[in-house]
């Protein structure tokens, strides 16, 4: 199975830029690149995803690397309600059989 | 324009009792699906269901664990003669499509502790 690696948890300050970064160096050609999150005691939130080109939409950025064995994940400006377990996803067969990691946890500090 | 409502929120449930989730999708979302979070993992995908359908239920477990998801009213998930490990967080997610690759949609989830 392809997989996804992600550092365990990463801190930044508040109104900073973050980069979330992955590596899913197995990756295959048709494997789309999910993004979701998850706050303490509630359900995963979809984020974002791509296949190749770099996406933008109103909650991050993602950039995919050329050879698109690693990406990241970027959010502007965090704020507190920003912290976070953010996960890092390849689609292998389908969209709903993602293949979940066990993320990053984003520390937001004020 | 309620979200995808799960019920109870906490269950707990003696070794050998039944435990029965529920989930109510989205309004006009027909796609419904179950995963299980151990603490501290992802997801795991369990079940994929449509009215009626059962499309993929490659991640259940063999014995003890169905789902259903009938003309009326909400899907459930339901565990025989629990366990131990059966104790874990359960989300259900919908959605509008098969196989969208634009974000499903989750609630809020159901602990399920066994004792």
């Known amino acids: 199975d392809a997989k996804t690696t992600q550092p365990n948890s990463m801190e930044s300050n508040e109104e900073e830029p973050v980069h979330l970064p992955c590596n899913h160096s197995t990756i295959s050609g048709t494997d789309y690149i999910h993004w979701y999150r998850q706050l303490p005691s509630q359900g995963p939130e979809y984020v974002i995803h791509?296949?190749?080109?770099?996406v933008n939409n109103r909650m991050a950025s993602l950039a995919i690397a050329e050879d698109r064995k690693s990406s990241t994940l970027i959010l502007h400006r965090a704020t507190l309600r920003d912290a976070a377990v953010y996960y890092c996803i390849l689609s292998v067969d389908s969209n709903y059989q993602l293949i979940w990691g066990a993320g990053t946890k984003l520390i937001i500090k004020p | 324009n309620a979200g995808v409502m799960q019920n109870p929120r906490h269950l707990v449930r003696r070794r050998g009792q039944e435990a029965r989730l529920r989930c109510s999708p989205m309004k006009g979302h027909s796609h419904v699906y179950w995963y299980r979070q151990l603490p501290e993992e992802g997801l795991k995908f369990m079940v994929y269901?449509?009215?009626?359908?059962?499309?993929?239920e490659s991640g259940m477990p063999k014995e003890r664990f169905s789902a259903e998801f009938p003309k009326e009213g909400p899907s459930i998930l339901r565990i025989q003669q629990v366990v131990r490990g059966d104790s874990a967080a359960y989300f259900c997610a919908s959605s509008p499509l098969s196989d969208n690759p634009y974000g499903y949609t989750f609630g809020s989830g159901t602990r399920l502790t066994v004792v």
């Open positions: 269901l449509q009215k009626e359908n059962i499309i993929d």
């Open positions: 791509g296949l190749t080109s770099n």
